[in-house]
């Protein structure tokens, strides 16, 4: 007898576990990792809310204020008559004026003009600074993965029980200073809140979001393979669920080529000749920017599960990824080249929880002489590749596979660190293998 995978009944089997042990179980921390479009925002809203209907007042704690305003508004369209209180900094622009046409919400830079509200809202930089108050009973961390555990020691007396959201495929949190000296040490300050808290609390119970409703049937399985073989998770539609087509007919280019490949495959790489090349390269930030200006040019639309009839895809559904701020510069000028605007166009950081229905990516190791750490560094491949509703175009240099092989790791060893798995390296082979079946060559004609 074949067991059939319904994602909705798993889904909402994991759900009903996770709000069970937050709403009934006694331990003193819940860890949920969530794999890309898991619907890990709707969780955190769903359990918010039912923790404030269960008479239980709460904080919650992520990491930006875009976040905690994104989190704020989904809180009033599901909850409009519910008192919810957004703690915010002193600054001159403080949060989304979306949240001014909002009746139920409170706004305060003080903690004590939002007490008695059921749920309380900030980033953790501003709880940080909340001092002499009443614990709350039940706290919810979004984004915990991205938390330093230094950020979590500074609110941790705030709370008695806490629910830890995130995804452990992104990257890891961000220091600017260096953490050396505390590698491998159980108190590492530049670690996740949620690596640091397993390691001293390794009975906390732990759930996983098994479905993820962004990523197609064409990408999860890859997605899953190569950045959480721990963890799996499977798309939540089928192949034939989504399909992007052209109502332009090809032009016999590279761009367009490697455009209908990844309508018909969902992936798609445009392999340009190997050189070693400044690390704005300026064939490759082209070759990124005509294959958006031909993707809009040849109308593309797109048909999946959220709309019975086709729906193009607009400038504001398509993102460019890449691994550095003056990549993504020099992308942003190759578009306005072009004439082409709307289009976000940023790092793998800054891109982090977002969704489109079709990315193009810039290979970070596109045109290298080397493969550095942070090059290699598997969640900036995991965001690069996991964005996207219907199709991925990754542009990038021949050479890249024999680049890895080459270039072995020179990075210290240092006593203590679990090594992560799966690293750079395999990720990057897993992907590029897969990528390989979907590659077109091409060499841009002389400017």
Same mark, same amino acid.
């Given at each position: 007898?074949?067991v059939?995978?319904d994602?909705?009944?798993?889904?909402?089997?994991?759900?009903?576990?996770?709000?069970?042990?937050t709403?009934?179980?006694s331990?003193?921390?819940?860890?949920?990792?969530?794999?890309?479009?898991?619907?890990?925002?709707?969780?955190?809203?769903?359990?918010?809310?039912?923790?404030?209907?269960?008479?239980h007042?709460?904080?919650?704690?992520?990491?930006?204020?875009?976040?905690?305003d994104?989190?704020?508004?989904?809180?009033a369209?599901?909850?409009?008559e519910?008192?919810?209180?957004?703690?915010?900094?002193?600054?001159?622009d403080p949060?989304?004026?979306?949240?001014?046409?909002? @009746?139920?919400?409170?706004?305060?830079?003080? &903690?004590? /003009?939002?007490? %008695?509200l #059921?749920? +309380?809202?900030?980033? =953790?930089a501003?709880?940080?600074?909340?001092?002499?108050?009443?614990?709350?009973?039940?706290?919810?961390?979004?984004?915990?993965?991205?938390?330093?555990?230094?950020?979590?020691?500074a609110v941790?007396?705030?709370?008695?029980?806490?629910?830890?959201?995130?995804?452990?495929g992104?990257?890891?949190p961000?220091?600017?200073?260096?953490?050396?000296?505390w590698?491998?040490?159980?108190?590492?300050?530049?670690?996740?809140?949620?690596?640091?808290?397993?390691?001293?609390?390794?009975?906390?119970?732990?759930?996983?979001?098994p479905?993820?409703?962004?990523?197609?049937?064409?990408?999860?399985?890859?997605?899953?393979?190569?950045?959480?073989?721990?963890?799996?998770?499977?798309?939540?539609?089928?192949?034939? @669920?989504?399909?992007?087509?052209?109502?332009? &007919?090809? /032009?016999?280019? %590279?761009? #367009?080529? +490697?455009?209908?490949? =990844?309508?018909?495959?969902?992936?798609?790489?445009?392999?340009?000749?190997?050189?070693h090349?400044?690390?704005?390269?300026?064939?490759?930030?082209?070759?990124?920017?005509?294959?958006?200006?031909?993707?809009?040019?040849r109308?593309?639309?797109?048909?999946?599960?959220?709309a019975?009839?086709?729906?193009?895809?607009?400038?504001d559904?398509?993102?460019?990824?890449?691994?550095?701020?003056?990549?993504?510069?020099?992308?942003?000028?190759?578009?306005?080249?072009?004439?082409?605007?709307?289009?976000?166009?940023?790092?793998?950081?800054?891109?982090?929880?977002?969704?489109?229905d079709?990315?193009?990516v810039?290979?970070?190791?596109?045109?290298?002489?080397d493969?550095?750490?942070?090059?290699?560094?598997?969640g900036?491949?995991?965001?690069?590749?996991?964005?996207?509703?219907h199709?991925?175009?990754?542009?990038?240099?021949?050479?890249?596979?024999?680049?890895?092989?080459?270039?072995?790791?020179?990075?210290?060893?240092?006593?203590?660190?679990?090594?992560?798995?799966?690293?750079?390296?395999?990720?990057?082979?897993?992907?590029?293998?897969h990528?390989?079946?979907?590659?077109?060559?091409?060499?841009?004609?002389?400017?």
């Open positions: 007898m074949t059939v995978f994602p909705g009944a798993e889904a909402a089997r994991a759900t009903g576990a996770i709000l069970d042990d709403l009934r179980g331990a003193r921390g819940i860890v949920v990792d969530s794999p890309p479009g898991a619907g890990k925002s709707t969780l955190v809203v769903r359990a918010a809310l039912e923790l404030a209907a269960a008479g007042p709460l904080m919650v704690v992520a990491q930006t204020n875009a976040q905690v994104d989190l704020v508004v989904r809180l369209e599901k909850e409009p519910l008192p919810v209180g957004r703690l915010h900094s002193s600054d001159s949060y989304d004026k979306v949240l001014d046409g909002l @009746d139920n919400v409170r706004k305060s830079a003080k &903690a004590a /003009d939002l007490a %008695g #059921d749920i +309380v809202i900030s980033t =953790a501003k709880w940080a600074h909340v001092k002499n108050v009443e614990p709350w009973g039940h706290a919810i961390v979004d984004e915990a993965y991205q938390m330093r555990s230094d950020a979590l020691l941790a007396g705030l709370f008695e029980r806490a629910l830890f959201v995130g995804d452990p992104q990257l890891d961000f220091s600017i200073v260096g953490a050396d000296q590698a491998g040490l159980s108190y590492d300050p530049s670690a996740s809140a949620v690596s640091t808290l397993l390691a001293h609390n390794p009975e906390l119970p732990q759930h996983r979001l479905v993820s409703w962004r990523l197609p049937a064409s990408a999860a399985p890859l997605v899953s393979d190569a950045f959480y073989p721990y963890t799996p998770f499977r798309s939540g539609t089928g192949h034939g @669920d989504r399909r992007l087509s052209f109502g332009v &007919a090809s /032009d016999g280019s %590279g761009p #367009d080529r +490697v455009l209908d490949e =990844a309508a018909e495959a969902g992936w798609g790489l445009l392999e340009l000749p190997a050189r090349t400044p690390r704005t390269d300026p064939e490759a930030v082209r070759a990124v920017a005509l294959v958006v200006r031909r993707l809009l040019d109308g593309g639309v797109a048909t999946s599960e959220r019975e009839e086709p729906v193009p895809v607009t400038a559904r398509v993102a460019v990824g890449t691994a550095h701020r003056d990549q993504a510069a020099a992308v942003r000028a190759a578009l306005a080249e072009l004439g082409v605007t709307g289009v976000a166009v940023d790092t793998a950081n800054r891109l982090q929880g977002r969704e489109f079709v990315t193009v810039l290979h970070p190791l596109s045109g290298r002489p493969a550095t750490a942070f090059h290699l560094e598997t900036r491949l995991c965001v690069l590749a996991s964005r996207h509703r199709a991925c175009v990754v542009v990038c240099r021949e050479g890249v596979a024999d680049l890895l092989d080459e270039h072995p790791s020179t990075e210290p060893v240092q006593l203590g660190v679990t090594v992560k798995f799966p690293d750079g390296w395999e990720a990057n082979h897993a992907v590029l293998a990528l390989a079946e979907h590659r077109v060559r091409w060499k841009p004609p002389a400017s």
